[in-house]
């Protein structure tokens, strides 16, 4: 079974533009959660989707904003890009099933370097 | 509020031999989960281990284990007969409840394996 794919796998851009980023999750997993890691900040928590529902949020701005479609499949986007958003993009998957222990499984991640 | 506390940034250890990286949490949710993650320097996080709040036993994975002692909050991962491939960023990260929901990660321990 394929495992969690993420794309691009790396992206430069400049301030002030805007970025997508996509994630597919593992076939039948129906949860998908998005994390940004930096030196300073740590693996920080950005968005859980479930069945194409915000369930929760993490502390960043309205900039940051996401969305899963009815595959599942997963896009975040940043508008107006800061210095500041250049991180490594963690996309996690779990299955969600009654009865089954609810493991995230993660993408490679998109490095995105600001400029 | 949900924390993880990693007290080792870097640790060393010869192979063949066992390492215990430390973890303690900080919850007062009677449900959570325990998860170990490696993370090369490839970037994707890999995961190891899990043990849930619940469990009677401490978790095993080949070569893995986690020392799950509950009442002191701490859920110390153990690697036994090290390999040079182990050598990788190690985080410790707690979900709360049993299913879905973000994970808490702590700050990771830098693992480095020598001949």
């Known amino acids: 079974k394929a495992g969690v794919t993420q794309t691009p796998r790396y992206l430069i851009k400049t301030r002030g533009q805007q970025v997508t980023l996509s994630c597919s999750p593992i076939?039948?997993?129906?949860?998908?959660?998005w994390y940004q890691q930096t030196p300073?900040?740590?693996?920080?928590?950005?968005?859980?989707y479930f069945s194409e529902t915000q369930r929760n949020k993490g502390n960043?701005?309205?900039?940051?904003?996401?969305?899963?479609?009815?595959?599942s499949r997963s896009e975040m986007n940043v508008s107006t890009l800061e210095l500041g958003d250049s991180a490594l993009y963690l996309?996690?998957?779990?299955?969600?099933?009654?009865?089954?222990?609810?493991?995230?499984?993660?993408?490679?991640?998109?490095r995105l370097t600001v400029l | 509020a949900q924390k993880i506390t990693q007290t080792q940034p870097?640790?060393?250890?010869?192979?063949?031999?066992?390492?215990?990286?430390?973890?303690?949490y900080d919850t007062s949710d009677p449900s959570y989960g325990l998860f170990w993650y490696k993370q090369p320097s490839s970037g994707e996080m890999i995961f190891l281990i899990y043990q849930g709040s619940y469990?009677?036993?401490?978790?095993?994975?080949?070569?893995?284990?986690?020392?799950?002692?509950?009442?002191?909050?701490?859920?110390?991962?153990v690697?036994?007969?090290?390999?040079?491939?182990?050598s990788a960023m190690y985080f410790c990260a707690m979900r709360r409840g049993s299913t879905l929901g973000r994970l808490y990660f702590g700050r990771g321990t830098q693992l480095t394996v020598w001949p």
């Open chain 1, 27 to 33: 076939s039948g997993h129906r949860s998908v959660s």
């Open chain 1, 60 to 71: 960043f701005p309205g900039r940051f904003s996401g969305r899963q479609f009815s595959n």
């Open chain 2, 79 to 86: 690697i036994s007969a090290s390999q040079l491939g182990d």
């Open chain 1, 91 to 110: 996309c996690a998957s779990s299955l969600v099933a009654s009865g089954k222990t609810d493991t995230q499984y993660f993408g490679p991640g998109t």
């Open chain 2, 10 to 24: 870097g640790m060393f250890v010869q192979e063949k031999e066992a390492v215990t990286l430390d973890c303690t």
């Open chain 2, 55 to 77: 469990d009677q036993q401490n978790a095993t994975e080949g070569r893995y284990s986690l020392n799950f002692q509950k009442a002191r909050k701490s859920a110390n991962l």
């Open chain 1, 40 to 48: 300073g900040q740590g693996l920080q928590f950005l968005f859980e």
